[in-house]
């Protein structure tokens, strides 16, 4: 479980990332929360600077769209899925369950 | 409409063919492409995939086949545009009632060099291939031409530790686009990694040792040592196989305002397309966003038989270079003021807004990602 930040700190519409060895980019979806892989799985873009449209991140760099439930791209030029991770928002901070990685579609 | 045939299997193909199943075509799709390769993704060819750092598999733009027939390694020939059927290199003839045109473009060649070994354009995978196995160790480059092509060649050869010379016939790298200051940073970026940057000055000839390429040199005089040449001097589109087609060319395709040519049954998308803008301009963009936008377009007007969409490019362009990401949006060419509105250039973290007439019309970013995703979508269509 790693800290993500305060939920103050995250409003809807917004992202962070969490750097580590594999990082880590968190959203606020209209109120909730997910995290997914940062690194888009086309080429080397940060999601976490993605554009957010309800539950799809676009990423910033070629405009691959990931659901952010699944992970899965939803268009060209991404085919692989990125890692999904489980949220726990508890006593007001969010964490993220990186000790079990959802299997990848 | 029963059959399509889409000639060019690059990403405007293939996103064509993409559009075509995914906006309700159910019938025939046959795909002709030059190259033997199935469609793969050109950006990396001059960065990760010239650094070594990117496989070829990777560079794949789709595991999926649209229930299309992909023939490949095949040239289209020629084109009866009226009955569209096009004539192909095996001597067979497709017949389509539908015809895509995603031929793209050929990179223009520095004159005299077409006998020397060492001389290199890039624009395919074989190119890339060719290009890179030539990096060796202690290889001088020279490169011709500072737009993007060249940068990211010079770039990534100064990440593989060679000595990298960019010449450069205009004053000011990337002028045209980008407006003299933003133009000038990009001489700095060069400047900042240790490449040898002429300005100003044109190629005048080259030395060879009777099969290869020795040197560079400049109609200043100067003489540069160089054992790889890379010309990065612009693309001609690609339309000698449509000569005589009934098709009206002219630098590329002309189209209508939503790729759709002087035929309805038949459309141009990507680098090929010469298409009308709203104002009554032909434009031809040699972008990889702008062959993947178009194609959402022109399909839906080739499936309509008439044009009913009007295509609005976004104009979104990126560039990776000596570690930092430029991305642009919009129209910068023509803008009459240019302001940083966030960071700094010198920091290499910046947004600028490019405006006519007060208004924004394009965007440039460096390291800037977020923002300018945000922006670009503020912008409103020149």
Redesign the interface.
């Known amino acids: 479980m790693i800290t993500a930040c305060a939920v103050d700190d995250l409003p809807i519409g917004e992202s962070t990332r969490i750097s580590g060895e594999v990082a880590i980019a968190v959203f606020n979806a209209d109120g909730e929360f997910y995290a997914i892989d940062d690194t888009c799985s086309h080429?080397?873009?940060?999601l976490?600077?993605?554009?957010l449209e309800g539950c799809l991140v676009?990423c910033?760099?070629?405009?691959a769209s990931f659901d952010l439930r699944t992970g899965v791209p939803t268009c060209?030029?991404a085919?692989k899925a990125v890692r999904t991770y489980p949220v726990v928002v508890r006593d007001g901070v969010i964490y993220v369950d990186t000790g079990s990685r959802e299997a990848v579609a | 409409m029963k059959t399509v045939a889409v000639v060019g299997a690059s990403l405007a193909g293939?996103?064509s063919v993409?559009e075509l199943r995914r906006q309700g075509f159910d019938g025939r799709i046959v795909v002709i492409g030059e190259e033997p390769h199935a469609p793969y993704?050109r950006p990396?060819l001059s960065k990760?995939f010239l650094a070594g750092t990117l496989p070829a598999a990777d560079l794949?733009?789709?595991?999926d086949d649209f229930d299309a027939e992909w023939r490949l390694g095949i040239r289209a020939d020629r084109v009866d545009a009226e009955t569209a059927s096009v004539h192909l290199s095996t001597g067979e003839t497709v017949r389509a009632d539908g015809l895509v045109i995603a031929t793209g473009g050929r990179p223009r060649t520095l004159p005299g060099t077409s006998n020397l070994a060492g001389v290199h354009t890039l624009r395919t995978l074989d190119d890339a291939v060719a290009l890179r196995a030539d990096l060796r160790p202690g290889a001088r480059i020279v490169v011709v031409g500072a737009g993007w092509i060249g940068a990211e060649v010079a770039s990534t050869c100064r990440s593989l530790g060679l000595e990298v010379t960019v010449v450069e016939a205009a004053p000011i790298p990337m002028e045209r686009a980008l407006g003299p200051t933003l133009g000038s940073l990009c001489a700095d970026l060069h400047a900042d990694h240790g490449v040898d940057l002429r300005l100003g000055v044109g190629v005048a000839s080259f030395v060879d040792n009777g099969t290869r390429v020795t040197g560079v040199v400049l109609h200043d005089g100067t003489h540069l040592p160089a054992d790889v040449v890379v010309a990065g001097i612009g693309v001609e589109p690609e339309t000698g196989w449509l000569h005589g087609s009934g098709l009206a060319l002219d630098n590329g395709v002309l189209c209508d305002t939503g790729c759709v040519t002087s035929i309805p049954s038949v459309v141009a998308v990507g680098d090929v397309a010469r298409y009308r803008t709203p104002s009554g301009r032909h434009v031809r963009h040699e972008h990889?966003?702008n062959a993947?936008e178009q194609a959402t377009v022109a399909v839906r007007n080739l499936l309509a038989g008439t044009t009913i969409e009007t295509y609005r490019p976004s104009g979104?362009v990126?560039s990776d270079q000596y570690g930092v990401?430029l991305?642009l949006a919009g129209e910068t060419t023509g803008a009459d003021e240019v302001a940083v509105i966030d960071g700094s250039p010198d920091d290499r973290r910046f947004v600028a807004e490019f405006r006519r007439a007060g208004r924004p019309v394009g965007l440039l970013a460096m390291n800037n990602?977020?923002l300018?995703?945000?922006m670009r979508?503020q912008l409103t269509p020149a």
């Open positions: 080429q080397d873009a940060s976490s600077e993605g554009w676009e910033p760099l070629h405009a060209l030029p085919k | 293939l996103r993409e993704d990396p990760a794949t733009l789709s595991d990889w966003t993947s979104y990126w990401r991305q990602a977020k300018f995703g945000r979508r």
